[in-house]
């Protein structure tokens, strides 16, 4: 039966599901059965895509985007904060369905998983401190630059320095890179824009700047499943197109994208 209301489930990391879902923790997504759930898996420290409100629970742009699609197509979502690496290995494993942390769909990782349509636009920025003499990318061709392992930033510094710089230091989320710039370890980082511009609008005190480049790209976002599982997939691009239309996405993100 699909559910005619739907609500977002909040589970911390390592949340392992009930005993009667599949091993993805999907309902009904295996043997032709209409899918009525779906575990997602997030690493919520990526304000404002996703993040921990003060009870714990994960919420967000791509929450609120999940929550969406599900009143339209009647699923519902169990989001799990599992860490960004972990996101890639658990969708790999089927351990999660899909996932959900401001992802964006690159050539190399369409190689192995699936993505939908995209749903949000973005570009990378550096970060500062305030009177650095940084104005550009260029500028960080020797410098010590931080970044969150394996995302677009990452790729974008490797593109800049070699795959094997020892100036480029990477760690498991965002935060974590922008404070190396807070403590000086590191002269620079570089995250999506949304990210970095959320992250000095809520830490004034730190003093940091964001520098455009026109060498970034344009970047796209979407939910990614499973290479092969059309089933989910489907379902989830059904849902999606449903708020392109409506204009639910648009009034959600903030920007109009096809």
């Not at 923790?25 to 304000?47: F, N, P, Q, R, W």
């Not at 989320?173 to 995250?191: D, K, M, R, W």
Request: aromatic content about 6%.
């Amino acid at each position: 039966m699909i559910f005619a209301a739907v609500s977002i489930i909040l589970a911390a990391c390592g949340t392992s599901g009930s005993e009667s879902e599949t091993s993805s923790g999907s309902t009904g997504s295996e043997g032709g059965d209409e899918i009525t759930k779906l575990v997602v898996g997030t690493e919520a420290t990526y304000a404002p895509f996703e993040y921990m409100d003060d009870k714990g629970n994960v919420v967000g742009l791509d929450v609120d985007i999940l929550n969406a699609i599900g009143n339209e197509i009647g699923v519902e979502f169990e989001v799990r904060n599992v860490g960004w690496e972990p996101v890639f290995q658990q969708v790999t494993n089927g351990e999660i369905d899909m996932g959900a942390s401001a992802i964006t769909i690159t050539d190399e990782r369409k190689e192995t998983y699936d993505f939908t349509d995209p749903y949000y636009e973005a570009t990378q920025l550096i970060i500062v401190k305030e009177g650095s003499d940084i104005k550009s990318l260029a500028d960080l061709a020797d410098k010590k630059v931080a970044v969150q392992i394996n995302t677009t930033g990452h790729m974008a510094a490797q593109d800049l320095q070699g795959q094997t710089s020892t100036n480029i230091m990477a760690y498991e989320n965002l935060p974590i890179a922008i404070q190396e710039v807070v403590n000086g370890t590191a002269e620079a980082a570089i995250g999506d824009n949304a990210v970095v511009l959320q992250y000095i609008k809520n830490n004034p005190e730190q003093k940091l700047v964001s520098i455009e480049d026109d060498s970034f790209e344009s970047e796209y976002y979407g939910f990614m499943v499973k290479k092969g599982n059309t089933e989910v997939l489907d379902k989830l691009n059904e849902g999606l197109q449903k708020i392109k239309d409506n204009g639910k996405l648009a009034e959600i993100t903030g920007q109009e994208i096809e």
